[in-house]
């Protein structure tokens, strides 16, 4: 099985970076994938990280530390529109050969004026 | 290009019914994966089928299953219907590679929200 953390709830200011961290266990990992997921929406893919190091799009970037089961998403120039769920999901493969990815809880974003 | 489409986008059943959803994938697109959503569970996968075969099944009960037609279409399925099967149930699409894991994006639908009463 996985364990996924991330935080509940982090709050920032309009035009600030955030940080948005996920630890996982996983025996067989395959890699990590960041969604943003508005309230009442579907989510939206927003990276995919399966080698160590930094992954830049634009305002937003995804780090991955494989030895170490972690991730963090930051996004800078906070806008208010940033203000959303942001889900950390991890895929495994199994000893049976499937590739089974795994929600995190999500980390809810409120972006302040 | 259209999106994902799902239907309906709203369901009321019972306990002990069934419910068959549906899901077309972007043209072209010939992965389709099933999530569960709920308040409770947060985001779970339920399977994904490529080429009208199911490739990848996630951890829930034989009630649910699902099948892709040779257009790629899909349809999820939930038999004997509980209370807490109540949840937003999202399909994802994606190009979809033969072989390894895509990975590519994938394209979330807006759901079914089902309700069980």
């Known amino acids: 099985g996985q364990n996924i953390d991330q935080p509940t709830e982090m709050t920032a200011t309009e035009g600030a970076i955030v940080q948005i961290n996920c630890t996982y266990q996983?025996?067989?990992?395959?890699?990590l994938f960041w969604y943003q997921q508005h309230a009442g929406e579907a989510p939206t893919f927003l990276s995919y990280?399966?080698?160590?190091g930094l992954e830049e799009k634009g305002r937003f970037s995804s780090f991955l530390s494989r030895s170490k089961g972690y991730s963090y998403l930051l996004l800078k120039e906070l806008q208010m529109k940033d203000s959303a769920s942001y889900l950390c999901?991890?895929?495994?493969?199994?000893?049976?050969?499937?590739?089974?990815?795994?929600f995190g809880r999500g980390t809810s974003l409120i972006v302040h004026p | 290009k259209a999106g994902v489409t799902q239907t309906p986008r709203y369901l009321i059943k019972t306990r002990g019914q069934q419910v068959t959803l549906s899901c077309s994938p972007i043209?072209?697109?010939?992965?389709v994966s099933w999530y569960q959503q709920t308040p409770g569970q947060g985001l779970q996968f339920l399977f994904e089928?490529?080429?009208?075969?199911?490739?990848n099944k996630g951890n829930f009960p034989g009630r649910f299953s699902g099948r892709q037609f040779s257009n790629s279409r899909s349809e999820m399925n939930v038999s004997t219907l509980e209370l807490g099967d109540s949840a937003l149930y999202l399909c994802?699409?994606?190009?979809?590679?033969?072989?390894?894991?895509?990975?590519?994006?994938?394209?979330f639908g807006p759901g079914t929200r089902l309700l069980v009463l």
């Open positions: 990280n399966v080698l160590d």
């Open positions: 996983t025996s067989g990992f395959n890699g």
């Open positions: 043209s072209g697109h010939r992965s």
């Open positions: 994802a699409s994606s190009p979809g590679l033969a072989g390894e894991p895509p990975k590519e994006t994938q394209y």
């Open positions: 089928y490529f080429s009208e075969t199911q490739r």
């Open positions: 999901a991890v895929r495994d493969r199994t000893s049976g050969g499937s590739y089974i990815p795994t």
